[in-house]
């Protein structure tokens, strides 16, 4: 177990200022707030992608790159099929036979016809399959999302969302960042609410949206974005 | 047209595209060797001054060959620091100046390729945990057509100038002279025939090349996307 996550004073540049929270297993987490509130920077912080300006990012536990995975708003694929991509993630992760785990994990996200097609003809959606693919041959104990469904349409939103609540089902802890109050609704446990690079508020998903603690978090259930 | 044809059966034709092939080949071959991991080296290397060599290694790709020429000839003539090795007036010496003149441009193309490529790939990556050499190499793989292109524009310079060679080469019968210095040689004495031919040659070398890799984007773009 790597979790719980524990941020201490974590601050980026003038985009995060200084935060402290500890993010448990369990139930999905949503990071919610307005493009440019600072939810990828956040996800990158926790992932540790970026470094912190200051403070700490704490994790629990050994060989943490291993054990965790991150899906972007855009999906990288490699020029390679789509199961050769799968079969490279599991490889860098010093797996040895990663073919059957690789297929295993295209069936479960619906793309087993597409195996040996070049991940990069595929469409939006399919790349965004295959990127949860990916995540999932590696059994992740945490999956960052950031943003996933922004570039799709409904359709494609709705199978990423399916494959998402396998996740959860499986015992991965989600923590996806996300500016769609209803994908928030839908797939959260509780909410992480950002604004402005503060966390203003952290709620369960059912509090949140009836009864938002903070005006800031009212005003974007609203639609009302304060830009002040 | 059959005093055309018939220069085109001449063997001596046909020695001078061979040597010029060999010099141009081999030049790139020299260039690619260098230019392709220091173009990579700079796309993803962070280090002081990096912004300058850039914009030097751009301006390099303009070098012109006259220069060059000149360069290589003072460093390889008897009183030059190279002169002993003896190599002026040489198949070696117009290696060396082609090889100064690619360099450059196989370089800033593949460091342009390799740069893009990693600043899509460099967060991915990292994610799956794959950093340093095997990073490097993920990436290298994935633009390994790009860099094709790279290597292409420099034979084509290479192969295309006429001043580094003249220079360096001397234009002497039968061991340094190549299809460019030819062409000029031939065009002042008044020999239009034998400089048309070569010309033709020239132009259809640099066509099937261009046309060979064009393809073998195109297929690659269908099959890996």
């Excluded at chain 1, 402290?20 to 919610?32: C, D, F, K, R, V």
């Excluded at chain 2, 018939?6 to 060999?22: A, D, G, K, M, T």
């Excluded at chain 2, 962070?46 to 000839?73: D, E, K, Q, T």
């Amino acid at each position: 177990m790597i979790l719980s996550l524990k941020l201490e004073a974590v601050s980026f540049l003038n985009i995060i200022q200084p935060l402290t929270l500890e993010i448990e297993a369990g139930p999905s987490t949503i990071i919610l707030g307005a493009n440019g509130a600072g939810k990828s920077v956040l996800m990158r912080l926790m992932h540790g992608l970026i470094a912190p300006t200051s403070g700490a990012v704490l994790w629990n536990g050994s060989d943490v790159r291993r054990k965790q995975a991150m899906v972007f708003q855009r999906p990288v694929m490699l020029r390679r099929s789509a199961l050769a991509n799968v079969v490279y993630a599991l490889e860098a992760a010093g797996e040895r036979d990663a073919q059957p785990t690789a297929m295993a994990a295209l069936k479960e996200v619906g793309l087993a016809h597409l195996a040996h097609r070049p991940a990069r003809v595929l469409s939006g959606g399919e790349q965004q399959r295959l990127a949860l693919a990916r995540a999932w041959a590696l059994h992740p104990e945490v999956l960052f999302l950031d943003e996933p469904t922004a570039s799709l349409d409904p359709s494609a939103t709705r199978e990423i969302e399916a494959v998402i609540r396998a996740f959860d089902a499986s015992g991965t802890k989600v923590v996806m960042a996300t500016h769609n109050l209803g994908q928030a609704r839908r797939l959260g446990d509780e909410v992480l609410f950002i604004h402005q690079g503060r966390l203003v508020e952290r709620a369960p998903v059912e509090r949140f949206f009836k009864q938002p603690g903070s005006p800031e978090a009212a005003a974007f259930i609203k639609g009302e974005l304060p830009w002040d | 047209m059959a005093e055309f044809l018939s220069v085109l059966q001449q063997p001596r034709l046909w020695e001078i595209v061979v040597l010029s092939l060999q010099v141009s080949l081999s030049a790139v071959g020299f260039a690619a060797l260098v230019g392709l991991p220091l173009g990579a080296a700079i796309a993803v290397g962070r280090f002081p001054g990096r912004s300058a060599v850039i914009v030097l290694l751009n301006a390099l790709m303009g070098l012109p060959p006259v220069v060059v020429g000149l360069a290589v000839y003072l460093l390889l003539s008897r009183a030059g620091p190279l002169g002993s090795l003896g190599l002026l007036f040489t198949p070696g010496a117009m290696v060396m100046a082609q090889t100064i003149l690619i360099l450059p441009i196989i370089a800033a193309l593949s460091r342009q390729a390799v740069e893009d490529a990693w600043r899509e790939y460099d967060e991915q990556l990292r994610s799956l945990g794959v950093e340093g050499v095997r990073a490097a190499l993920t990436v290298l793989w994935d633009v390994r057509f790009s860099l094709l292109t790279a290597v292409l524009a420099g034979l084509g310079r290479a192969s295309a100038e006429v001043g580094a060679v003249m220079i360096v080469g001397g234009n002497i019968d039968g061991v340094t002279r190549v299809m460019t210095t030819t062409i000029a040689l031939e065009t002042s004495k008044g020999d239009l025939p034998l400089a048309l031919g070569l010309g033709v040659v020239l132009i259809g070398i640099v066509l099937v090349l261009n046309a060979g890799a064009f393809l073998l984007k195109e297929a690659a773009q269908r099959r890996f996307g």
